[in-house]
T-cell receptor
Framework: DTAVSQTPKYLVTQMGNDKSIKCEQN?????MYWYKQDSKKFLKIMFS???????INETVPNRFSPKSPDKAHLNLHINSLELGDSAVYFC???????????FGSGTQLSVL | EDQVTQSPEALRLQEGESSSLNCSYT??????LFWYRQDPGKGPEFLFT???AGEEKEKERLKATLTKKESFLHITAPKPEDSATYLC?????????????FGKGTHLIIQP
């Protein structure tokens, strides 16, 4: 069983579109994250969320919004996609303060 | 601002040739330092967590060490399957759900 799963694996879309990436974890973790890995392979945190708070990296445009229907899911919605949004997006989860994160396999987003 | 610098960016070794990867960090109070392995097309996979200077952890051919300013990932007698990008990350004591600050990684290639 996959611990952290994301869909889709690949997402190709036009500039200006709205898209969502889904993430689910079956580890019973209480904190989930979204990271962006750019073309230089640099991983940067975008959001972290548990059932108490959402922490947003201040550099993330407000076109990006996380949505969590329950503790096991943290979806990423992106409005008005831009060319610069092209990257690989990783979902991750951890339990409490353990800080040991388990990552999904990534979603490669290409904006044309 | 927390910073993580990894060196070298890329390293090519012969099978059995031991070496070390460096991770230098600046953080406002270290809560934990993490090493991850990332294979192409996959998400980072957790290897080690180190919490205090002097701490060491081992797993198969890998050993991670920590000082107050840097961490080393020592690879002893590597095999081709050790080829991957190795990522170092830190988490600050301010904690909460801030997530991890990653370095850019060291791309390691082990030639048979």
């Amino acid at each position: 069983d996959t611990a952290v799963s994301q869909t889709p694996k690949y997402l190709v879309t036009q500039m200006g579109n709205d898209k969502s990436i889904k993430c689910e974890q079956n580890l019973g973790h209480d904190t989930m994250y979204w990271y962006k890995q750019d073309s230089k392979k640099f991983l940067k945190i975008m959001f972290s969320y548990n059932n108490k708070e959402l922490i947003i990296n201040e550099t993330v445009p407000n076109r990006f919004s996380p949505k969590s229907p329950d503790k096991a899911h943290l979806n990423l919605h992106i409005n008005s996609l831009e060319l610069g949004d092209s990257a690989v997006y990783f979902c991750a989860s951890s339990l409490g303060t353990s800080l040991i994160m388990f990552f999904g396999s990534g979603t490669q987003l290409s904006v044309l | 601002e927390d910073q993580v610098t990894q060196s070298p960016e890329a390293l090519r070794l012969q099978e059995g040739e031991s070496s070390s990867l460096n991770c230098s960090y600046t953080v406002s109070g270290l809560r934990g330092l993490f090493w991850y392995r990332q294979d192409p097309g996959k998400g980072p996979e957790f290897l080690f967590t180190l919490y205090s200077a002097g701490e060491e952890k081992e797993k198969e051919r890998l050993k991670a060490t920590l000082t107050k300013k840097e961490s080393f990932l020592h690879i002893t007698a590597p095999k081709p399957e050790d080829s991957a990008t190795y990522l170092c990350a830190v988490q600050a004591e301010r904690g909460g759900a801030d997530g991890l600050t990653f370095g850019k990684g060291t791309h390691l290639i082990i030639q048979p």
